[in-house]
T-cell receptor, first 114, second 119 residues
Framework: AQSVTQLDSQVPVFEEAPVELRCNYSSSVSVYLFWYVQYPNQGLQLLLKYLSGSTLVKGINGFEAEFNKSQTSFHLRKPSVHISDTAEYFCAVSSQGGSEKLVFGKGTKLTVNP | GAGVSQTPSNKVTEKGKYVELRCDPISGHTALYWYRQSLGQGPEFLIYFQGTGAADDSGLPNDRFFAVRPEGSVSTLKIQRTERGDSAVYLC?????????????????FGPGTRLTVL
């Protein structure tokens, strides 16, 4: 079984500041890793995913994440945030070779203030 | 093209009633998933269809929950004898994953959800 821990439930930042949203996972098998974003009153949208290869993954809207196997982490970063980045962010895993289901963390609410 | 659609967007029902929630996946997507998102939580997996068959229903909480996908496209999530604890947003997602194939195209596209409130 897999589990995902998002250490911060809320992260407030000022516009143009850098941000890091933390994600740690637990699994007895190899996993794929995902970050999804949920804007108010909208469905989940994929930001980026790690399947294999380079541990630094770049996604949409200037976000990137780094897979660290030894620390079982997949932290999301953006060097300069905008007001429009205000949303809920979810980290998720799925097991390689298993069911396609996603196991999600509880989410981190990012609020970008002017 | 059209994304995943879910109807109704909101459903209010009374405890003990039966409800059906519908999901229209992206055309051509073979895989369909149902998740439930309670307030302040991340989505929790309920059931996964590959074509018409349920490939993994390990997330269904009890036998009051049932889902079908008779023609391999539209899916209906059915909840019998609803309880207040069933109140949540029910999310549907679809993907192009082929059974036994690579998961490199495993992006799940989510619908906007159905908000179920059981009074």
């Amino acid at each position: 079984a897999q589990s995902v821990t998002q250490l911060d439930s809320q992260v407030p930042v000022f516009e143009e500041a850098p941000v890091e949203l933390r994600c740690n996972y637990s699994s007895s098998v190899s996993v794929y890793l995902f970050w999804y974003v949920q804007y108010p009153n909208q469905g989940l949208q994929l930001l980026l995913k790690y399947l294999s290869g380079s541990t630094l993954v770049k996604g949409i809207n200037g976000f990137e994440a780094e897979f660290n196997k030894s620390q079982t982490s997949f932290h999301l970063r953006k060097p300069s945030v905008h007001i429009s980045d205000t949303a809920e962010y979810f980290c998720a895993v799925s097991s390689q070779g298993g069911s396609e289901k996603l196991v999600f963390g509880k989410g981190t609410k990012l609020t970008v203030n002017p | 093209g059209a994304g995943v659609s879910q109807t109704p967007s909101n459903k209010v029902t009374e405890k003990g009633k039966y409800v059906e929630l519908r999901c229209d996946p992206i055309s051509g997507h073979t895989a369909l998933y149902w998740y439930r998102q309670s307030l302040g939580q991340g989505p929790e997996f309920l059931i996964y269809f590959q074509g018409t068959g349920a490939a993994d229903d390990s997330g269904l909480p009890n036998d009051r929950f049932f889902a079908v996908r008779p023609e391999g496209s539209v899916s209906t999530l059915k909840i019998q004898r609803t309880e207040r604890g069933d109140s949540a947003v029910y999310l549907c997602a679809s993907s192009l994953t082929l059974a036994g194939g690579p998961t490199s195209n495993n992006e799940q596209f989510f619908g906007p959800g159905t908000r179920l409130t059981v009074l």
